[in-house]
């Protein structure tokens, strides 16, 4: 047997497809790929087996060997529709484009198959041998689409399980289409192209094991987009490889002898997967726009951690330093400045200094607003450079620089802080330890972090101001509920001076009098602790809320109407601080009295359910409209009652309420009455503490 170049390369196929089936068959197979898989290698090793016997002398009948080529191609497109996720056999029968599609493939392969063996068995011919090169030329090209499909429609995590796979059946097709291609141009079978498909097909293989080996989808970062510059060196790199390989081709041609041809194309197509396996590595790539970067780019930076240590070191939440001194740092770090200085607008629109490390020497004051340097910097947004302003002034129209800035030790750079082309203040740096060259890049990055630190003073300073206008409304806050409370007790002291030269006769009188006057005194200790210690006045603990409704109509009986209290228990108890809550129900009440006319009604009732108390009072006074309750009522400092109203009665109800879990709702109509509903958590008390609590009271 003659050991020629086709029987030396179809028989590696074989080895190679052989070594890959039993590699297959020791693994667990349940995904549809590996089995289809599979399949084609055995197909493919039975076909290179008959080609491998061809080449070694042996008669094999063109019917057999053509039909497991076609059942070898036929595998393969299986392979491609199980990574598509199509399936040619389908469990139920459906119209779908993709399986016509694939069916429509398998059935013209499986016709061409039949009409083959037919036309041996018959011995007439029905098909002939040009249609035949047409069919695998459309084969495989549909084969090449579908692979472009696959690629295409993968995600870019995803691409690296398939990336040697799709390769390695790119090269099986491909080969396919230029041997068949050739031989519909030029009406017959290229020899070199014949004798180097086994070798070509047996390159395939390293590339399956590999892509089984590592059959877990790894996701690959790779995100490249410097400039335009690395696809131009791509594509040239690309083509000076070429151009060797075709000279590496040609010296192989002329001095391989007899295998010279069949060398060529082995080597021209080793070549082109060689070429693609590294245009696709990530390291390759990585490590290309390295290169480009150092060689052909001239940055200085990294900008983007220079943006990720800027934003850190602006963010920072160390108390010692303010934000002021870290915005000096910052710009500081960046050209490594010995000292610097930062100077903000104040109050009165100068320049005050906050801020600054380094010098030793205090010479820097505050800088007013109509000085040169800042009406240069509304102007501009311009560095200036102070190395450069003492050797030529004119660059920088002559202004007048302070005197302690250029008195400073080793003054160098003033960088302005500008917010929506507004000034908001200046940085001054001194300059390095060693000396450094500035160029567009350093004053461009001075430029941007400039910015972002404005931007963070800016939003400190809006922090302050809102801080403070806080601080005075909760100051003007409680001086209102302070003086609601305040004209509260003087309302009920002046009623009780009014009504005492026509009732100071009577004893009952006198008693409601001195009552009146020691719950007014009350009132007051407990407001004076609350201006003492705010918040830490408050006592909760139970209150029986039929005890304190009762209470509040004892206190008002002398008002016209008189309120009227329906109690449908005996004890309602519920966990409230006794003054507080007591102050939301009079201060309803006290409403609902001025709300109605002399011989007007109040009446205050109860009712339970399981876990809440209801506490109704109802007035048929003037009423209130639906706009005034959804839009004023509970809004501080709105009031129906004109300059005698604070406008905080009901606001200071409703947040108690929903302090302790309650609510308040409020229906009314106008000229017909109001009633508030107020809906406050109830505590189921047992019958001995209760009668313990009563025995106390």
Known sequence: MDLSFPVIGNATGVVTFALLCMYMLRSEHRRTTDKALLAAAFCSALWLGLLCA?????????????????????????????????????????????????????????????????????????????????????????????????????????????????????????????????????????????????????????????????????PIGIHISRQMIFHTTTLMLAGVYLIFVSAGGYYINVFGGTWGEALRVLFVFSAGIFLILVISSPNLRARTMVFISKNFFDYKYDYRDEWIKSTASLQSSDAQDTLPLRSTRTLAELVQAQAGAIWVRDEDNNFAIKSQFGFTERTLSQIDQDSDLAHYFEDNDWIINLTEFLADPEKYDLIEIPEGILGAEEPWLIVPLKSNNRLSGFVFLAKPYMPMELNWENYDLLKIVAQQACSHLEQHRSEEQLAQSRQFEAVNQTSAFLIHDIKTIIAQLSLMVKNAPKHKHKPAFVDDMINTTQHSVEKMEHLLAQIRNPGQHEQVREVDLCDLLANICLEKKSSSPTPKLVLHEEHIWVNADVQQLASVIEHITQNAIEACDRDGQVEISTKTSADEAFVFIQDNGIGMTPEFIKNELFKPFASTKGLTGMGIGAYQSREYLRKIGGTINVTSEPELGTCFTLRIPRIKMDEQLMQTKEARA
Do not use: C
């Open 54 to 218: 061809q080449s070694s002398g042996f008669e094999i009948p063109f019917t057999i060997r053509y039909s497991i080529e076609l059942l070898r191609t036929l595998s393969w497109f299986i392979v491609l529709y199980s990574i598509l996720g199509i399936s040619p056999f389908p469990r139920k029968l459906k119209i779908d484009p993709q399986l016509l599609f694939s069916s429509g493939i398998i059935i013209l392969l499986s016709a061409t198959i039949a009409l083959i063996n037919l036309q041996a068995w018959l011995g007439i011919n029905l098909v002939d041998g040009r249609s035949l090169l047409i069919l695998n030329v459309l084969v495989s090209l549909v084969g090449i689409l579908l692979l472009e499909q696959i690629w295409r429609n993968s995600a870019i995590y995803t691409r690296a399980g398939i990336k040697y796979l799709s390769l390695a059946v790119a090269t099986i097709l491909a080969y396919d289409f230029v041997m068949y291609s050739d031989a519909l141009l030029f009406n017959h079978l290229s020899g070199a192209l014949w004798d180097t498909r086994g070798a070509v097909n047996a390159l395939a293989t390293p590339l399956i094991a590999t892509t089984l080996i590592t059959r877990k989808d790894k």
